[in-house]
């Protein structure tokens, strides 16, 4: 699992973006590229505990600490699965802050070998010089990684004279990214094989000046939650999946794609993808359904939340201050359909 911070869609080439990113590229020609993907929330802490446990973030309990939100003990997460499933379990992780062990955040649990890295470029490689040492082994693997430097594109890709938009040095992070994915998944390949499931995915978008945003957590239009999301793998047909989906179907996919088996509601609220990657379901057409929260803390003074339903799109503002949008004829978000659509309105608020 390669989870890259900071990502929003369609600057991905997968999506009709500019950046050059020909790992991406190569991997989605093998894979399942889904069109419309959508994480938990807008900033980390909301998004990554959702994927890990396979629950919407209303339904993870924790504390924020620092930028990181310390989770209950209690909470099972989807290493923890594959672990007590017989896995070996290990992670490449950008930031102490969120997934070190001193902070008892809980994000890590379930995970055997762990090493923390800054650059995106020595963690790949320390990740790969550790799968080449550990080789052909008898067990399978659980193995995550988490880049950070999409988020930290204004600092590393500095604004020069009379060139390079925002949206130029932006892009310029995500293909330092795509390098590190070279680095790793040719180092999967050589000591994995074929028999491999390979997901890159994001935890949430950047705002890049859309709607008056730029950066992330202040707002739910599709720049801040609309992620890639690509999966390849041993049965896995290469296809474009319509259907909407969000992160939180993720833990549930993987479990049944490894041969095991969902545990279902109330363990979990995502939904399985497995068969429709699998070819036993035929992709819903404008069907599916996500959910994304802002979530009211310390740092965030009031909670909103939206819901894409097939083509369209709720987002509840503060103050029950409702804007939607259909997002086949108006994916930009710029025209807004409430006093037009009153049935689809009250649809979707239900």
């Known amino acids: 699992i390669f989870t890259i911070d900071t990502v929003r869609a369609d600057h991905v080439p997968l999506y009709g973006g500019k950046a050059n990113m020909p790992t991406t590229e190569l991997l989605g ?22 994927f890990a446990t396979g629950l919407s973030p209303h339904r993870v309990r924790g504390r924020v600490a620092g930028w990181a939100l310390r ?53 790949a490689q320390s990740a790969a010089k550790w799968l080449a040492q550990r080789g052909k082994a008898d067990k399978p693997l659980f193995l995550w990684t988490h880049f950070l430097e999409p988020h930290n594109w204004l600092q590393d890709h500095k604004a020069k004279p009379g060139s390079r938009s925002k949206s130029e040095r932006y892009d310029k992070s995500l293909e330092a990214t795509d390098g590190f994915l070279k680095l790793m998944m040719e180092e999967v390949r050589r000591q994995l094989g074929d028999n491999t499931i390979i997901v890159v995915t994001s935890d949430h ?93 310390r740092s965030v003074a009031a909670s909103q939340a939206a819901v894409v339903s097939g083509r369209y799109k709720l987002i509840e503002k503060p103050e029950k201050k409702y804007e939607l949008y259909d997002l086949e004829e108006d994916p930009s978000e710029k025209d807004d359909l409430k006093g037009k659509l009153p049935k689809v309105l009250e649809s979707m608020k239900a």
Request: aromatic content about 8%; glycine content about 14%.
């Open 29 to 50: 020609k093998k894979a399942a590229v889904f069109e419309r993907a959508f994480s938990p929330g807008n900033v980390t802490r909301r998004s990554l505990p959702a």
């Open 205 to 297: 978008g950047e705002g890049l000046g859309d709607h008056g945003f730029q950066h992330h957590s202040g707002s739910l239009y599709s720049s801040e939650i609309r992620v890639p999301l690509v999966i390849a793998g041993p049965g896995i047909a290469p296809s474009r999946i319509e259907q909407v989906v969000g992160l939180v179907d993720l833990a549930p996919t993987l479990l049944e794609l490894a041969g095991f088996e969902s545990p279902g509601m109330p363990q979990m609220d995502g939904l399985s993808l497995a068969p429709v990657l699998q070819g036993q379901e035929k992709d819903g057409l404008g069907q599916g359904e996500a959910y994304s929260v802002i979530m009211a803390d």
């Open 71 to 123: 989770m209950d003990p209690r909470h099972i997460l989807l290493a923890e699965r594959f672990r007590a499933g017989g896995y070996d379990t290990a992670g490449f992780f950008c930031c102490r802050s969120f997934f070190s062990r001193d902070h008892r955040l809980g994000l890590i649990n379930g995970i055997n070998y762990v090493e923390l890295e800054h650059s995106g470029m020595k963690l």
